[in-house]
């Protein structure tokens, strides 16, 4: 079974720190673009970040740069964000999703990507 599944969310106060995990299975990560995106109440979900397949370039949103990280781990099968300085803006719920080859111009775009995991939950909060 084809699948993407999200860990790591939770509640943390602002300046707080965490680190997401996507972990795949029945396909394997890195011949995939994969992206994280977010989605806050009432809002569209929005692109945070993406990591190509192979080269492994990275594309951050404005929003996040120089506080989240993308990597990959390709022997887990698995990508993470590490989030630093969250601040409450960042709370949303958390997507990650694999998709074709991406350039800068289209990473963000949420309709190149068909593989999605169930989400999960970051609140910042004090």
């Known amino acids: 079974q084809v699948q993407l599944v999200e860990s790591g969310g939770g509640l943390v106060q602002p300046g707080g720190s965490l680190r997401l995990s996507c972990a795949a299975s029945?396909?394997?990560?890195?011949?995939?673009?994969i992206g994280w995106f977010h989605q806050a109440p009432g809002k569209e979900r929005e692109g945070v970040s993406c990591?190509?397949?192979?080269?492994?370039?990275?594309y951050y949103a404005d929003s996040v740069k120089g506080r989240f990280t993308i990597s990959r781990d390709n022997a887990k099968n698995t990508v993470y964000l590490q989030m630093n300085d969250l601040k409450p803006e960042d709370t949303a719920v958390y997507y990650c999703?694999?998709?074709?080859?991406?350039?800068?111009?289209?990473?963000?775009?949420?309709?190149?990507?068909?593989?999605w995991g169930q989400g999960t939950q970051v609140t910042v909060s004090s």
């Open positions: 029945g396909f394997t990560l890195d011949y995939y673009a």
């Open positions: 999703a694999a998709g074709p080859p991406v350039s800068e111009n289209t990473w963000y775009l949420r309709g190149l990507y068909r593989i």
């Open positions: 990591i190509k397949g192979r080269a492994g370039s990275t």
